[in-house]
């Protein structure tokens, strides 16, 4: 098994190549790779004619190499299963909606989850109907890499502590302008909890002057945000393995 999260993902895409061409030559016949956040797979369509579709490349190459993939919320949009993505004997997709939830409701008394937007919708729903908590998804509308428009869908958020539940932080555009609107809607704080704290160099400042209080990830990229750890999932899914 090879443990590996591909946030910053080029070298260490080498560096798998290498090491996964010579595990094998000396003789390992199933090799695992671990990769908490997976790179290049928000890109699952060409939007214009001769666009790269990065998933496609980087599935294969994965597939190429390894028997078998373990990853947390790959951000799978238009692609049914991780399978499809990363063509490989075993494809685990963990989900860390329920390891999130647990999370939220330990830091904030009767939150109110919010998905930023419409592909949130699996992990806000998940998470919030373990603890029976009030939760909403929002719409989207992404104008640029650092542009989105957001419109929230007619809640009461009024004095509540709303918590944005997402997949995500990258430029965090997307947490910022969900945040100002609730806020703007009378919520009492809003705090993030994220699957994969990418942030940009500028994302935390900008989520923090949106009025974002706590921002809390998962240890799957390595982030002083980071509040739990999906490492224990890991291990149960490894178990699993044939
Ligand atoms: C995309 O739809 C994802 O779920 C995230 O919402 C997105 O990647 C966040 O990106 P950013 O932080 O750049 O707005």
Known sequence: MLFRSLNNPNEKLVELVFAAKTAKQLGVHHLTLVAPYLAYMR????FVPGEVVSQRIIGDLLAALFDGVITLDPHLH????????????????ISAAPILGDLVV???????????DEESAQWVAQAAVAHHLDYAVA????????????????????GRAAVL???????????????????????SSVDVAVTH???????EV??????VGQVW????IAHKSNAVSVMPAIAQALLTLS
């Open 43 to 46: 890109q699952d369509i060409a």
């Open 217 to 220: 990830s998962t240890d799957c």
């Open 197 to 203: 704290a990418l942030f940009d160099s500028q994302a």
């Open 106 to 116: 330990q830091k904030r008394k009767n939150p109110f989850l919010i998905g930023p």
């Open 78 to 93: 238009r692609v049914a299963s991780l399978q499809e993505a990363v063509p490989v004997k075993n494809a685990i997709n």
């Open 206 to 211: 900008l989520i923090k002057k949106a009025g």
């Open 165 to 187: 539940l997402d997949d995500i932080a990258s430029s965090g555009h997307t947490l910022a302008r969900a945040a100002e609107l609730l806020l703007a809607a009378g919520a």
């Open 139 to 158: 719409t989207k509308t992404r104008l640029g890499d650092r542009s989105v428009d957001i419109a929230l869908p007619l809640i009461d958020v009024k």
